[in-house]
């Protein structure tokens, strides 16, 4: 009886012993729901980073053109900036006796360039002159016929004189052969011999006289011909370089008579139009530096926006290798409208100040205007657009995900643990170094696993260590 009765006492304590485990685990997770936190958690994957950039910009011209007024002409009226002009209608008028007094004048500079013109083409022409070679060449031939003529009677002279030494020599062998002579016809005859090859040496010797002085006069006149040359090759080339100055003086010449014949005719044309310069085509005045009633120096200028409209946006400068040619760009106009267009080009040019001044060059974009943009000439619009990073990450997470501290950079992963109440969830601390980051997501190297689940945002404050619950 005693046994049976321990036994239901032991069955009702394990009874009322799970009954309170039970009660515990209720009130343990109802406590969890009130004190743990509920997390939202996601994976590190592969991917690109976007980047949102923005701007300002306003409508332009497609075209710009710039007119220049002539110095000395008195300015009656001009067309005002922001004024659409039609084709044909006028821009700036000016009175006529200055203009008059200009035509006159350009006629007068036109008539001088001419004559400067032909004067120039008369130096051009190669002058004619006789080659200081050609009298030196004569005067050379002549010494070589000189010479060869001495030559020749040198020769004759020397070889008469050694004919008659070698007559007299074998003269004298035959009277020593002979015993006995008429010694007084020998001595007769020797010494008219004698006289006669005296002749014949000095007639020899003064003809080789006569040759070394001809070709003395040879080698001078051939000195002097070189030198000719030399002066005649030198003298062409003075020659031909006046010439080439000349034919660019001509040239130069020629350029500003063409121009002043271009000058004069936008002049009369201006004369018959009434002293008007009239729109080429429909435009809109941009800029004017045009006062009324000034005489004009030569630097005032009109400029005149035509050929339709197109979008120009500013781009930041730490922005500028980010933005390309093909990125879709959304567009809100000042006047409330809205758009959506292509970049067409990206430029670097310098900007303008309200004033019309030049600014540091910058970098900007420009892309069409689409029709039915209800755009108004010139007004001004905000711009964004997004674009993909070049590079693909091999770990990108949410921005949200990630933290930092005194430590450095980290992010938050689910770490589940076996207790006696069941499986319980806390946050692990992971160090993540940050690559590059976008408006939402960030570019990171860890030891994340694919698996791993990073905390991207938690109801209350968490941190390392912390129990945490993933919400539902």
């Known amino acids: ?57 306003n409508v332009v011209p497609k075209k710009e ?8 002409q008195q300015v009656e009226w001009t067309a005002a900036r922001g004024s659409k002009v039609k084709k044909g209608e006028c821009l700036v008028r000016f009175r006529k006796e200055y203009l008059e007094r200009e035509i006159e004048k350009k006629q007068d500079e036109l008539t001088q360039l001419e004559l400067q013109k032909k004067e120039q083409q008369i130096s051009a022409r190669k002058p004619a002159r006789v080659p200081a070679a050609e009298g030196a060449y004569q005067a050379l031939s002549e010494a070589k016929k000189k010479l060869q003529r001495a030559e020749s009677k040198e020769k004759k002279a020397k070889a008469a004189w050694e004919a008659y030494k070698k007559k007299l020599s074998n003269k004298k062998k035959e009277a020593d052969k002979e015993a006995e002579g008429d010694k007084e016809k020998q001595e007769t005859g020797g010494e008219g011999d004698t006289l006669k090859e005296q002749e014949l040496k000095e007639t020899y010797l003064a003809a080789k006289t006569e040759t070394e002085a001809a070709r003395q006069e040879r080698s001078q006149a051939q000195a002097a011909y070189n030198l000719a040359k030399k002066e005649d090759a030198a003298q062409d080339k003075n020659n031909a370089d006046a010439q080439e100055a000349a034919k660019a003086s001509v040239q130069a010449v020629g350029e500003q008579v063409e121009a002043v014949r271009k000058e004069l005719k936008i002049l009369k044309g201006y004369k018959k139009a009434g002293g008007k310069i009239l729109a080429g085509q429909d435009c809109m005045v941009l800029e004017n530096s045009i006062q009324v009633g000034i005489i004009t120096a030569g630097t005032e200028y009109i400029s005149l926006g035509n050929s339709g409209w197109k979008l120009r946006g500013e781009i930041r400068k730490e922005d500028e290798d980010k933005i390309a040619k093909g990125l879709d760009v959304s567009v809100q106009f000042a006047s409330g409208g809205k758009t959506e267009t292509v970049i067409e080009s990206v430029e670097m040019e310098a900007g303008k100040t309200d004033e019309g001044q030049e600014e540091e060059p910058g970098c900007f974009w420009y892309a069409a205007l689409p029709e039915g943009s209800g755009a108004e000439e010139s007004e001004t619009f905000i711009w964004k657009t997004e674009a993909e990073s070049e590079e693909e990450y091999e770990q990108v997470i949410s921005l949200s995900a990630l933290r930092e501290d005194v430590e450095g950079a980290y992010c938050l992963i689910i770490e589940e643990t076996e207790q006696m109440l069941g499986t319980q969830q806390a946050a692990k601390r992971v160090p993540v170094t940050v690559l590059e980051k976008d408006g939402t997501k960030a570019a990171i190297t860890s030891e994340l696993g694919k698996e791993d689940q990073i905390i991207v945002s938690s109801e209350k404050f968490v941190t390392g260590g912390d129990r945490v619950r993933i919400k539902e």
């Open 65 to 72: 053109e710039k007119i220049f007024l002539w110095e000395g």
């Open 1 to 57: 009886m005693k046994v049976k009765t321990g036994r239901r006492l032991a069955v009702k304590v394990f009874f009322i012993f799970i009954a309170v485990m039970a009660v515990c685990t209720v009130l343990s997770r109802a406590a969890d729901s009130v004190l743990v936190a509920q997390v939202k958690v996601q994976s590190a994957g592969r991917g690109r980073l976007s980047y949102i950039y923005e701007g300002t910009g």
